[in-house]
């Protein structure tokens, strides 16, 4: 399917909006059901002149192997900001790149959609590192632009995304309430909430799947205001943690864009209940 559709963008011939081949008879909606986006650009740089008479398959391969090489490039960056020297930010780097979960999927030239991903994933966390020791608006914006690519590219980032703003959450309520932090942590979630609503009104399946009702957006909308609020009238330590534990119930009970991806989590469930019990039922699935 992958492949089809990067093919098909390669030729440019147009993608269908409802694909019969692909779902028969009633048709899928490749818009609205399909993140498509690292199939456009999969397309687009093989028409390249000095690109467009590499057979598309082998060009998939190298474009696999490339994109996954700009993690290295990405995990040498966020190192750096940690350890303040070249050679250990090397010694990751390197690490990263023979580490087995990071090579497993892309050592085969495998086209698919996290590929694309990820790198912008790991700059994103270092241009958010960036962005809270530097005054400059370009680290925030950036990030917003890189968000916008990484939801576009890859449904399951939203799991990524959860992670990342409940880092932020408990980082703000850790921190102190200083204007050093405040005004460049108010300016990156600004960026961040800006970018979300943007793929949530522009980007075909994220509107299609009720995005605008997510739990991310949620929670950053939530953040933001709070930051807001705080910023003009400081807000005691139970009230925020109170704040935050009402959005999070009520976006897990209330929100029915979680229905989406609730076979998502309960694969992920699944998988951390085998693995912990594993041994006790000498190989058997727990109950």
Request: some cysteine; aromatic content about 16%; hydrophobic content about 50%.
């Amino acid at each position: 399917m992958h492949y089809k559709y990067a093919e098909m963008i390669s030729k440019e011939e147009p993608i269908p909006n409802i694909d019969y081949k692909m779902q028969h008879p009633e048709g899928m909606e490749v818009a609205k059901r399909l993140s498509i986006f690292e199939e456009y650009v999969a397309g687009y740089l093989h028409r390249l002149p000095v690109l467009k008479n590499i057979p598309l398959h082998r060009f998939l391969e190298y474009f696999s192997w490339y994109f996954s090489a700009l993690s290295i490039f990405a995990v040498y960056l966020l190192s750096s900001l940690f350890t303040k020297s070249r050679r250990l930010s090397l010694l990751s780097a390197l690490y990263y790149a023979v580490a087995y979960p990071a090579i497993i999927r892309t050592v085969d030239g495998l086209f698919l959609r996290e590929i694309l991903a990820l790198p912008f994933m790991i700059f994103h966390l270092y241009l958010f590192l960036k962005s809270m020791e530097s005054k400059k608006m370009a680290y925030p914006i950036i990030s917003g632009a890189l968000l916008i690519i990484i939801f576009a590219s890859w449904k399951l980032s939203q799991f990524y995304f959860l992670l990342f703003i409940g880092f932020l959450i408990i980082k703000y309520l850790l921190s102190r309430n200083t204007d050093g932090f405040k005004k460049p942590f108010l300016i990156f979630t600004i960026c961040q909430t800006t970018a979300l609503m943007l793929c949530a009104t522009l980007v075909p399946y994220l509107k299609n799947r009720s995005f605008i009702l997510s739990l991310p957006i949620l929670l950053n909308a939530g953040l933001l205001i709070i930051l807001v609020i705080d910023k003009y009238k400081p807000l005691k330590m139970a009230l925020k943690i109170s704040l935050f534990s009402g959005l999070i119930i009520a976006g897990i009970l209330f929100l029915s864009q979680n229905k989406s991806y609730s076979h998502v989590y309960s694969v992920f469930l699944y998988k951390m209940k085998y693995s912990v019990f594993s041994n006790m039922y000498q190989g058997k699935p727990p109950p």
